[in-house]
């Protein structure tokens, strides 16, 4: 098999790490596989340049930070392939530029636009071991970039399609994707598959075991990738795409986000094109929002526009919200962010009725109001106090019997 | 002005002596002259790097030490670029490969083939302060390449002969070049001018100010190069061609080097060809030979064939010459490594006779006993015991009158 393995900052954090991961290559390879292994800077290293750029400058260049932060993923780069060469086994370090790695010039947070993997292919034909820098890429006229907090995943991924690996195994230091958040729910059950779709919902509602832009490139290019740890031998979990044949589950896990805070624009005259013209300003500042609820009036004339959004941006977004309120003829803006978004994921849900009012039922039982809701075709998300977080996604995961394998 | 400036570990060793410096670049700029600014890692950090690398692996690659070297100038080339900018001045960091510095693929000590400075000078036109990473380079595959120790010396000097600068200004911990180590001759002057050639000799005699090959390509491109201090705005050292109106020093200064080791074969047969054999093949184990004397015997039959290396290839080279001894059918071979070279540098003794005379009396007076001697046309270097080193550059410094301006 031809194998992209992905290792992260935790998982070549110091010198033991990095061995124990070459360890794990070329046993990887002594069975057979070709691998390619795509590796992010050691844990904290990242951190560490952004504060010496923060003590030179007070706004660093975008274009100086990504020269700066790519030399992170070059130490380990070259580090695990030593490490691998020591064991007897050929080694090459490739860095973004070498791996083909072309992408956009929005610094910092790069889009991969382009993958030109020949490098990649002639050196693994050559019977070496491929080890390359993740995070970052080069743009058309040979400046460096990153592509944004965990583009290695996305590096791994996007390698993984553009060589047709047969999988991509991202390692962590956790054993997979699980029910639930296991600090939380202790009998958590790690899930041994879930579909592209699942991981896509969890990573976006607050797992933090995939970046969701890597899940995204993954379901177009139809990349399996398995979640495993770099500390034990463990499986780990399959994400794949749905298989006709296997049972649906209608819940696969519960997640949680506390970093909301909701904003409500209260009594905006109900004229068509006004929530158009609220949002295309919040989104002009490039800030993400989530959930949104409209609730019209009794007698028709106005309506509450509530929406969420993160609460970094909750300032930014209150000065856009007061701005749009006075030109759209509200009365205001209220704020809360001491909320969070409670959300359970799974692709029966397409099939099942009546998940959401079980949902419901469930947190209603226990207390937890409700503030707002939204859902997709394989969601229900509830906005909820965030004092109620810990309670609702145990209360949940028991309800789903999320602990006992479908 | 187009000035090239130059600054070593110690001189971006912290945030601080960073800050330090993009205020001498915006100064320069501010003056009305157009700066590109070569970094080296900070201090201490090319040896950390190897350090890492040794603890993975114990026989590291080249090419992928290479490659964790390199990340050394991007931190800094990054961070000066950013404070640069923190001050007001459009600033733009380039690597070893975007700066165009091609090199030979001798991984670890590559040497300079060719520069395309076109983003060099296309970014001095749009106005922007070019900061450029030091000690790396770029082969015509594509791979990372370091220049060796100092290499960013000549990084700097080849950069200013490539876009055709006025002066390459080289920015260190002392002042610039001295007639004598300051901490053995107290007294010793700073000259406020050497000619290349003095120069090149001081530096392959021992003097740590410049590094030898970046001074020979300042010769090849008649480069005029200042040698100052990066922590005060003392005028320093200027290295340049000999200027036929200037008065001819006939002695500029004294080095001395302890790193010698010297081997002896001796009752060399003497047969036309016999040096030349020995001396290839300790070539051809790339050590470098110094000093060569031959005495041949009173009765011609035989010579004794002596000849320094450095002492950290000693070893090798004892294994070397006693093969080329049995070879030869010469008796054997002697050793010592408790020795020291000592040179006097100057070029009016292309024209000034019994310089040498007066230097080996000088000596005598002090009961330094001469092992061997060496000469050039601009210098006069001799073996003598290291426990005299100190001793012998005083004597000669004083009796050169050095502590007085020519």
Redesign the interface.
Known sequence: MLIVQKYGGTSVGS?ER??AV?ERVVSTIRQGNQVVVVVSAMSGETDK?IG??K???????D???D??L???E??T???????I??LGQR???L?G??AGIMTDNLHTKAKIEKISPE?IKKSLFEGYCVVLAGFQGITES???TTLGRGGSDLSAVAIAAAIKADVCEIYTDVDGVYTADPNIVPNARKLDRVTFEEMLEMASLGAKVLQTRSVEFAIKHNMPIIVRSSFNNNPGTLVTKEDKDMERVVVSGVAYDKNQAKLTVMKVPDKPGIAAKLFSAIAGANINVDVIVQNVSSDGSSADISFTVPKADCNKALQFAEQAAKDLGAKGVAIRDDLAKISIVGVGMRTHSGVAAEMFDALAKHGVNILAISTSEIKISCLIEAKYTELAVRVLHEHFKLDLAN
Do not use: F, H, W
């Open positions: 010198i990095i061995k070459a340049l010496l750029a003590s030179v400058s007070s706004n660093p260049s274009r100086e930070m020269v700066l790519s030399s992170g070059r130490v780069t070259a580090l695990t392939a030593m490490a060469a020591s080694s090459i370090a860095t530029r070498q490098k040979g400046d460096v």
